[in-house]
């Protein structure tokens, strides 16, 4: 009899297993590309197989012993019967058994395969490192970490960044052909090249979360799926790099930040201002993972980084009972070190914000005016909301009502236009 629930159980294994899985090929196959394609076919084989004959006992080995009986199949079809294949054979204790629904019943549950957790780190380590390979583009490299370390499929992450998945596909098509050509082999970077290639890596993740937890556009403020993605890839990282303090920084950053989440909007989905936020229903959990993470970071590192700084920022704001409660001198001082340590004009505007807190809205507008005079963050409508709420608080009604009818122009935000219209609706 058909199992309904056989679908929902491949979804839910190939979400946490897929990259143990895809990494396990990797390192048998010695193929990246291979590797990947090999766990897709094996994905397919299970949406046919278990809803009809139910999961069976260990689904990841199942998944494995599929993905590894492929690899061999497509070494016989290249009629390559060297080493590889001769190593893989023998791994299997594989005496030329044709692939296929028939296999014995051990090997179709999958008890035959051993994971050993070391390994198992090693593999998921490497292909954190190969998604996002220097030689990627951005745009391939979120592609390739949300496909083969996060386990979401084209469609998934088509829609995650609303682009058509024809475009998804072609972008990790792309990427694993640029990897074969650039014989980029199956490993984590030396020890002595880990720590300036782990910049590209964290840098994915945190742009991931960042469009997660602030939707650049669409219906929705928050994407949760995205964001709680970018969360467990970083978990991960830190685990896998446990003397490396910017990942644990990285992961105190986004415990911290999401830890408001379910504060941020209201019954129908609607943004709720911090100052309006009910702190109660903070995620009192989230916030003791993220300080620990944080005081992680500050422990084995020569100071904080770009994500240990950040994190530092959404600390105060999360042990504050109340906005006039935060430590916003404090704020300032952070925003000024992370000024110098990493320029941008999204840290300056942010730095003006807490400056407005702490010293008042005149002290702030001059920060703002001269982002304006640079034209840094022209096509962005938070330089003119944050004007217009510093230009409210100083009276100056009638150019604020002009920044903020620029923002809603430039907001492609539904639920961030309300928000706008509803400011500039207050200005009577």
């Known amino acids: 009899m058909a199992d309904p629930t056989g679908r929902e159980a491949v979804a839910a294994v190939w979400r946490i297993e897929s990259a143990r899985i895809v990494g396990a090929l990797a390192r048998y196959t010695g193929d990246f590309a291979l590797a990947e394609d090999l766990a897709q076919e094996a994905l397919a084989e299970a949406l046919v ?34 080493d590889r294949y001769a190593a893989l054979a023998r791994d299997l204790g594989e005496g030329g058994v044709a692939a296929g629904s028939d296999r014995a019943q051990a ?46 499929t084209s469609d998934e992450i088509a829609k995650v960044f609303l682009v058509p998945t024809a475009t998804v596909q072609a972008r990790i098509t792309r990427a694993k052909k640029t990897l074969g050509a650039a014989r980029i082999p199956f490993e984590a970077p030396p020890a002595e090249e880990r720590r300036a290639r782990l910049g590209s890596v964290l840098s994915v993740v945190y742009l991931i ?28 990282l830190a685990r896998l790099m446990p003397n490396e303090p910017e990942a644990h920084a990285l992961s105190a950053l986004l415990e911290l930040t999401a830890a408001r989440f379910p504060a941020r909007t209201g019954p129908d989905g609607e943004p709720v201002l911090l100052e309006r936020q009910d702190r109660r229903r903070w995620d009192r959990a989230a916030i003791a993972r993220g300080r ?17 700084l950040q994190a ?12 006039d409660d935060t430590n916003w001198e404090r704020v300032v001082l952070v925003y000024e070190a992370l000024g110098r340590l990493a320029p941008s004009p999204v ?20 920060i703002v005016d001269e982002l304006v005079a640079t034209e840094a963050l022209a096509n962005s409508h938070l330089l003119p909301s944050v004007r217009g709420e510093l230009l409210t608080r100083l009276g100056r009604t009638e150019e604020a009502r002009t920044e903020f009818e620029r923002a809603i122009g430039l907001c492609a935000n539904e639920r961030e236009r309300v928000l706008l219209g509803r400011k500039l609706a207050d200005l009577g």
């Not at 500050?298 to 994500?307: D, E, F, S």
């Open 49 to 82: 197989t278990w809803p009809r004959q139910g999961a069976p006992r260990n689904p990841s080995g199942w998944l494995l012993t599929v993905g590894r009986r492929r690899a061999i199949d497509a070494f016989r079809r290249r009629c390559a019967l060297d």
């Open 107 to 152: 090997d179709q549950d999958g008890d035959d395969v051993l994971w050993d957790p070391d390994q198992i780190d090693d593999d998921i380590l490497a292909l954190m490192f190969i998604s996002c390979h220097p030689v990627l583009s951005r745009e391939a490299q979120v592609a390739l970490t949300l496909r083969v370390v996060g386990g979401l």
């Open 209 to 236: 979360f960042t469009e997660g937890s602030s939707a650049s556009s669409g219906g929705e403020l928050i994407r949760f799926d995205l964001a709680g993605e970018a969360q467990r890839l970083a978990r991960v």
């Open 292 to 308: 620990a993470a944080l005081a992680r970071a500050a422990q084995i590192g020569r100071g904080l980084g770009v994500y240990g």
């Open 312 to 323: 530092a920022i959404a600390e105060c704001h999360a042990v504050a009972a109340s906005v």
């Open 347 to 366: 840290v300056d505007l942010n730095r003006a914000v807490a400056v407005s807190m702490a010293q008042g809205p005149g002290a702030a507008l001059p």
